[in-house]
Antibody
Framework: EVQLVESGGALVQPGRSLRLSCAAS????????MNWVRQVPGKGLEWVSS????????VYADSVRGRFSTSRDNARNSLYLHMNSLRAEDTALYYC??????????????WGQGTLVTVSS | DIQMTQSPSSLSASVGDRVTITCRAS??????LAWFQQKPGKAPKSLIY???SLQSGVPSKFSGSGSGTDFILTISSLQPEDFATYYC?????????FGQGTKLEIK
């Protein structure tokens, strides 16, 4: 059974940094791309970042590019989101998702339960 | 960026009904379109990918169609557990974008 467990969410002041983690199990983590998607409570979904199986391709939404960094450790079956210069508008529930790809197009076939990041002074 | 527009934004229906939700892309996305279901307090769940392919384990009461810019999610014989919010997402090109969601409520 695929399991994705996010952690690291917290209340943090604007301008500070935070690292989210996602522990994956139930599939060959190193064979799959992964994504981060966020959701402001009560609002819609926003794609944040995607990383290929070998970290060769990493893509970001304009809203986070230059501030957030996605990485993975295939030996530890883990995905990370390094968040710098946090802003109030980054407040959201952050989901880790597994990517299922057809050629180079990938969608999220499994989702974690999310970890909440609140940016406030 | 490709804009995804769902209609309606909300929908009231009765148990046993058949409903359709439409998703329109601002430019063609081929068939790289997914549908997700989200219940309150829960993570989204994948229903449909490649516009019409059913995710493993999803009941056949869910079906998807369309290509290019216009897509439809159909749910037949609504049951209480189907009342949720549904999202479409294009994954043809970055940034991947979602529709605003359609809230399906019990009439």
């Amino acid at each position: 059974e695929v399991q994705l467990v996010e952690s690291g969410g917290a209340l943090v002041q604007p301008g500070r940094s935070l690292r989210l983690s996602c522990a994956a199990s139930g599939f060959n983590f190193g064979d799959y791309g992964m994504n981060w998607v966020r959701q402001v409570p009560g609002k819609g979904l926003e794609w944040v970042s995607s990383i290929s199986w070998n970290s060769g391709t990493i893509v970001y939404a304009d809203s986070v590019r230059g501030r957030f960094s996605t990485s993975r450790d295939n030996a530890r079956n883990s995905l990370y989101l390094h968040m710098n210069s946090l802003r109030a508008e980054d407040t959201a529930l952050y989901y880790c998702t597994k990517a299922y790809c057809s050629t180079t197009r990938c969608y999220s076939d499994f989702w974690g339960q999310g970890t909440l990041v609140t940016v406030s002074s | 960026d490709i804009q995804m527009t769902q209609s309606p934004s909300s929908l009231s229906a009765s148990v046993g009904d058949r409903v359709t939700i439409t998703c329109r892309a601002s430019q063609g996305v081929s068939n790289y379109l997914a549908w997700f279901q989200q219940k309150p307090g829960k993570a989204p769940k994948s229903l449909i990918y490649a516009a019409s392919s059913l995710q493993s384990g999803v009941p056949s009461k869910f079906s998807g169609s369309g290509s290019g810019t216009d897509f439809i999610l159909t749910i037949s014989s609504l049951q209480p557990e189907d009342f949720a919010t549904y999202y479409c997402q294009q994954y043809n090109s970055f940034p991947y974008t979602f529709g605003q969601g359609t809230k399906l409520e019990i009439k």
